[in-house]
């Protein structure tokens, strides 16, 4: 079992930046691909990009391409979201979900574990 904490979110005024992280415990002595989706109010969640393992390999949904990049830490066991210039539609619950498969893509059913999310709003 992998269990995945989410933080770093908050109020943040468009054009602004955020950092969230997504920090996994328990059996992290396997290697997974951690992937960051998003839900905004009255929306189905969305995918937003998931990073390898080792790092070397990331995907970004076409939308959050160029202000969105996701990275790993702390020996794997933390990704970051790093979000530049946020909009107001980027308002949404940002959570992070793992991976068995090396390229799990944008589907929700290959990620087995996730975290409960971390609320970001974007004020204009």
């Known amino acids: 079992q992998v269990q995945l904490t989410e933080s770093g979110g908050g109020l943040v005024q468009a054009g602004g930046s955020l950092r969230l992280s997504c920090t996994a415990s328990?059996?992290?002595?396997?290697?997974?691909?951690t992937g960051w989706f998003r839900q905004a109010p009255g929306k189905e969640r969305e995918f937003v990009g998931f990073?390898?393992?080792?790092?070397?390999?990331?995907n970004y949904a076409d939308s959050v391409k160029g202000r969105f990049t996701i990275s790993r830490e702390n020996e794997g066991r933390t990704v970051n979201l790093q979000i530049n210039t946020v909009e107001p539609e980027d308002t949404a619950v940002y959570s992070c979900a793992a991976s068995g498969k090396a390229a799990p893509g944008s589907a929700e059913y290959d990620y087995a574990y996730w975290g409960q999310g971390t609320q970001v709003t974007v004020s204009s």
């Open positions: 328990g059996r992290t002595d396997r290697t997974y691909t």
């Open positions: 990073i390898s393992w080792y790092g070397g390999k990331t």
